[in-house]
């Protein structure tokens, strides 16, 4: 059973709009909680990171909403640019994981010019 | 600075060869991270290293070894390979429980 979701493969965006990327996990522990961005052929790099004792964390046009009753987050870019086209994996982390972080599967972001 | 570096970049093996992939980062830290990657799935642990001299298993550590040479290198190795083992290969390296990991390019596999 897979703890952290990213119920949307893909999203294509027009270049200059927001892009919405959604992740939902299962594991009410989990209490901090990363977004990583993949080219092909590259390893995944680090964008934005929340705790949970935030509901919301911005890095330039990135931001990061996170709603625990809900179990969601998601990030925002605005506005979207083609090189913002890549993989976005969410990943999540508790104490009790220390060493690690649990991936969702990851969404394809397409932003069209 | 060259962040985390692996080797090689792509790899064929038939089936029941051995091979090690290797992994290095000059960014002095005490966490590295063996993942792998398939279509339709996130990064799944295989095995981590919290400090030089210590292992221990992640999500899916059935078939492969690591050995924490030194602060620097952590290397996977295949004893047999099985076409389940075809993936693509992921080091990281990370210095804190709460901070970000920093992965290295990959290394493709395919077995046959």
């Known amino acids: 059973d897979q703890q952290v979701k990213q119920n949307s493969p893909s999203l294509s965006v027009q270049e200059g709009r927001i892009s919405i990327l959604n992740c939902d996990y299962t594991n009410s522990m989990f209490d901090y909680f990363l977004w990583y961005k993949k080219y092909p052929a590259e390893g995944p790099t680090f964008l934005i990171s929340i705790s949970s004792i935030k509901d919301k964390n911005e890095d330039g046009r990135f931001t990061v909403f996170l709603n625990k009753s809900a179990k969601h987050l998601s990030l925002h870019i605005v506005p979207s640019q083609p090189g913002d086209s890549a993989v976005y994996f969410c990943?999540?982390?508790?104490?009790?994981?220390?060493?690690?972080?649990?991936f969702g599967p990851g969404t394809r972001l397409s932003v069209l010019p | 600075n060259a962040g985390v570096t692996q080797t090689p970049k792509f790899q064929v093996l038939k089936t029941g060869q051995s091979m090690t992939l290797q992994c290095a980062q000059d960014m002095n830290h005490n966490s590295m991270y063996w993942y792998r990657q398939d279509p339709g799935m996130g990064l799944r642990l295989i095995y981590y290293?919290?400090?030089?001299?210590?292992?221990d298993k992640g999500e899916v550590p059935n078939g492969y070894n690591v050995s924490r040479l030194n602060k620097r290198e952590f290397s996977l190795r295949l004893e047999s390979a099985a076409p389940s083992q075809t993936s693509v290969y992921f080091c990281?390296?990370?210095?804190?429980?709460?901070?970000?990991?920093?992965f290295g390019p990959g290394t493709r596999l395919t077995v046959l």
């Open positions: 990943a999540a982390s508790t104490d009790n994981y220390g060493q690690n972080f649990v």
């Open positions: 990281a390296s990370r210095e804190g429980t709460y901070n970000e990991q920093f």
């Open positions: 290293s919290a400090s030089e001299g210590t292992t």
